[in-house]
């Protein structure tokens, strides 16, 4: 199989980067796209509620359990633990109509047990050598790049709605992937939220260098679907939130 397409959406919290990310996911899989992996890199697993699913194990859920065998003496030699963790990610996977999603789950501990994370981080990144596509939907703000889930994508979507903070953070983000090397993409833009109109959009745009990739007015159909905590796989294809990730990601040549 060739190597995975990987799609890594960041942003400021409450911006609908998470959103974004579902509605990615959403027509990835309606597109039939080969094997798709979605990973909810958030620590509140926001994703996976837009996507209508209960997680029940996440990968820091794995690391807690194999740091309670190491600290009681009964892990396995390296061997068996690789073997062990490589079964407990596979079962971790929640298969959905079209896609998988793994839960990253809590932020990792500072300074501990530093092997063992990385070990984990290995595991991630072979695991997307089995898919055609992976979907990040990261931690909100900036840390995440700097403690990256994977070092390398294609495809670094940057999401902010119309406020200064939004777009800052977007631009901190594409600083510290980009000049500081945080991370090794193919390409990289900005996606606008909640835009009431395009002379707006225009305007924002002449505040950033990142290529605008396209901007969602408001969507009271998001808006509702929010309200009712119900999965954003089910929204209408009038949708002008979905009509427009469709277009960027037509764009991105994702989809056809």
């Known amino acids: 199989m060739a190597e995975a397409r990987i799609i890594a959406v960041c942003g400021k919290?409450?911006?609908?980067?998470?959103?974004?990310?579902?509605?990615?996911?959403?027509?990835?899989?309606?597109?039939?796209?080969?094997?798709?992996?979605?990973i909810d890199a958030d620590p509140a697993v926001g994703l996976a509620t837009s996507l209508g699913i209960s997680v029940r194990k996440t990968v820091d859920d794995i690391r807690k359990d194999l740091i309670a065998q190491i600290q009681k003496g009964d892990a396995?030699?390296?061997?068996?633990?690789?073997?062990?963790?490589?079964y407990e990610i596979f079962d971790a996977l929640q298969e959905q109509n079209g896609y998988a999603l793994l839960a990253i789950g809590r932020p990792e501990d500072e300074g501990c047990f530093c092997r063992v994370n990385n070990l984990l981080k290995d595991i991630i990144a072979d695991l997307a050598h089995r898919f055609d596509i992976v979907l990040i939907d990261g931690?909100?703000?900036?840390?995440?790049?700097?403690?990256?889930?994977?070092k390398t994508v294609n495809h670094l979507v940057l999401v902010s709605d119309t406020s200064a903070?939004?777009?800052?953070?977007?631009?901190?983000?594409?600083?510290?992937?980009?000049?500081?090397?945080?991370?090794?993409?193919?390409?990289?833009?900005?996606?606008?939220?909640?835009?009431?109109?395009?002379?707006?959009?225009?305007?924002?745009?002449?505040?950033?260098?990142?290529?605008?990739?396209?901007?969602i007015a408001d969507d009271e159909d998001i808006r509702d679907f929010d309200f009712r905590g119900a999965p954003l796989t089910g929204i209408p294809d009038s949708s002008p939130a979905l009509v427009t990730v469709s277009d960027i990601m037509r764009k991105l040549r994702l989809i056809p």
């Open 13 to 38: 919290g409450g911006v609908g980067k998470t959103s974004v990310s579902a509605l990615m996911v959403s027509l990835l899989a309606r597109n039939g796209h080969g094997k798709i992996l979605a």
């Open 139 to 150: 931690e909100a703000g900036i840390e995440q790049i700097n403690r990256r889930v994977m």
């Open 76 to 86: 396995p030699g390296n061997r068996q633990t690789l073997e062990l963790l490589d």
């Open 165 to 215: 903070k939004g777009i800052n953070v977007a631009n901190a983000i594409a600083l510290v992937a980009g000049e500081r090397k945080a991370v090794d993409y193919r390409d990289i833009g900005l996606v606008l939220n909640r835009v009431r109109s395009e002379e707006e959009a225009r305007d924002i745009g002449s505040r950033t260098r990142l290529e605008v990739y396209g901007w």
